[in-house]
């Protein structure tokens, strides 16, 4: 080989280098960055044609892993209130989990209200169990001290299976909320934390973006079948619900709340954690940059 | 017949432990089997409550079987049902008790137990209920519900940990296996903490020590639902007889449980005789036998006619010396007397809660604690919401579903959430957003109400880092406010939390009230 063939064909193996580099690196955007929205009457069915549509559970779970999976069930409230995540949409993660493959799906909550009730009365548990999942109760000893080097908290004891697990779903619902204005995928991870995390009102939306940043969830599944618009996040009147029949599937969790907030007609910048939390490179926050796949059953 | 009695005691025990345990919230609002089946039972309880407040609940017509029972088998709830007389077997059993032990205070001291009974009889019939104090199903309930579960609980747990955090090789799977079992049967689902726990719970080693200074202590001498089954047993149809054969050998009085005196032909005691069959089983003359033509003559407790009176009059002075308290005086109580939701009004409620502590087991977030002087002497060791140990779950209804006597009401849901146990206060010298330009909305965010009791007012406010802002200020809406007090509980502002509950407002009082 002389030297210039090599020159030549050295730079075509690079450019081709950089190109499958490039290449992978927008896939991997357009991966992190795009979100299907499923209508339709039946939480299970939207849930697992969303999840479908966003390349099938198996890109996410392989066979053999454990898998975590963490509802909003911190409420003592049954599903019509929309306090905790629909139990049918839980259960369908479960579901696909284990044909997947999985060995374990563990679900867990750090309730508010007493844990049995929550529990029981939030229909996860039943509905999880019978799904196949192992629902367990928070279990004080499995807190660890996480340094979580953040601009507002430090260290926080968080809830060690989440690291333990190979994969991570978070199943939130859409709510409204006191102080952070709507609760959904990032303020789900208060649930993992344990101490007295109620202090992390004080500079909530910072917290949410240091929380965020440790817990790394494969996939994120808001659950929008019936959203608390008032008096939450823990309602109890039904004039407060709203029935979207919705579920949105992600990656990015930026993304999905930017776009939770569009449901209470409020934009995801309005949101002080979903700023935040996009000004220092989560995810993203601007819908128009995002690749929003729709469909409807 | 020694073997057929213990195991019908035996099973006794357990099913009281079995429900015991059952008397805790499964996550779904109506409980299963709670263990005042117990005390629904207990004719003391039944003739008590029944002079104390005239009313009775359903479920004390059960024991109307009891007195029934005991009139046709004298006095065999003693022998062979009472959980507690079972434990006190079982303690006795622990030492060997020589015969000469077997006869000590065969004296005078098993009248005791009499006076006890018409004390209480004397003051229930003046309204007040002290029963429960002393009837030894309230008793054995209060003891396990506030110190010997916790305490078991508290051991197991310690055990369980001890071995998760040394990781000795391959026995955590193991050890936590048997925990997860024990979890799921016998062991309470948190950890419960009780004020007293330490106080009540000597009280009850106490008595059961007593067993190894004589076998069945209690029963002899304190016991008043014992003073009151015997008094029925002395019309019993069924009777022991002593044939001719017997040659006074006294093995029997080696092996009696009580005070019966069944060496003493034709004197023995009906009243004290808990027909355990014990004496029966030892003769070695097979000269003992129970029947229903047995005209044998028997012995009565000689009380005394003035101790008699004494008694009765005891039971009726403490009526106003324990009244005659400030808290007697009006219907305004200590602000921090929090009752559980369906309480009667005070008078009522006293006149009814024999202090059994089934509530305080029961209670999902371990809020209801034992009274010590809080409600007077007469409301010693009643239910008191304690909001820092743990707040009024909103939609359950337990404690009154497991009330034996009515004290508490067992009230549907929808009217449970409208009871008001007390009002919540916000103290803005300690709360974030008024004493320190610091935000917080926690009392807010947990609270119940469908449309929230407490609401924001949006301030502005001056920080010296910050400088004027806006932040967001609580006000608690009185009129939709309950007094739940898991506001209290979830306070960010540990220690003297910015926002308390009293019991002022509490529905159930209509002149603890301050608004109109």
Redesign the interface.
Known sequence: MDRRHFLKVSSIAGAGIILSKEIAAMEKLSARSSLVIATGSSPADITRAAIEEFGGISKFISRGDYVVIKPNMAW??EPKYASNTNPEVVAAVVGLCLKAGAKKVDVFDRT??????C???SGI?GAAEAAGATVS?IDD?KFQDIDLKGKALQKWPLYSDIFKADKVINIPIAKD???ARLTMSMKNWMGVMGG?R??I??K?DQSLVDLAFAIKPTLTILDAVRILTD?G?????LK?VKRLDTVIVGTDQVAIDSYGATLFDIKGSDLGYVRLAAEAGLGEMDLSRLDIRKISL | MRILRKTTQGIFLLLFIFLFIQTE????DELGYPVKFFLDFDPLILITTFLASHSLEKGFYLSLSVILMTLIFGRIFCGWVCPFGTIHNMVGALKRHKGAEAQRGAGSLFRVKYFVLLFLLGSSLFTLQLAGVMDPIALLIRSFSISIYPAFNYMTRAFF?TV?EMDPKGLVDLSETAYTGLKGSVLA?KQPYFKQAGFIGLIFIIIIALNLYQKRFWCRNLCPLGALLGLLSKYSILKREVSEGCNECGVCSKVCQSDARPNEKGHWVSTECLYCWDCDDVCPQKAVSFGFNNNAGQGTPDLGRRRVLTSIGAGVVAVPLLRTTPLSASDILSPELIRPPGALAEKKFLERCIKCGECMKVC??NGLQPTFLEAGLEGIWSPILIPQTGYC????TLCGQVCPTGAIKKLPLEEKVNIKIGLANINKSRC?PYAHA?????C?????????AIW?EYVKVNSRELGEFHI?QPKVDLKLCIGCGICEK?C?V?GTPAITVTSTGESRSDNNQMIL
């Open positions: 003592d409230r508010v209200n007493s844990a049995k009730r529990y029981v009365q548990a109760y000893r909320h006191g102080i007295r109620d202090r009102h004080q909530l008096n996040p823990q309602g109890g009147d407060d | 919230s499964t996550g779904v940990d998760y689902f999902i977030t779950e909103y939609r359950c974030l610091t935000q917080c909305i926690v807010e965010e947990v609270c119940p109400t469908p449309k929230k924001f967001q979830m960010p540990v």
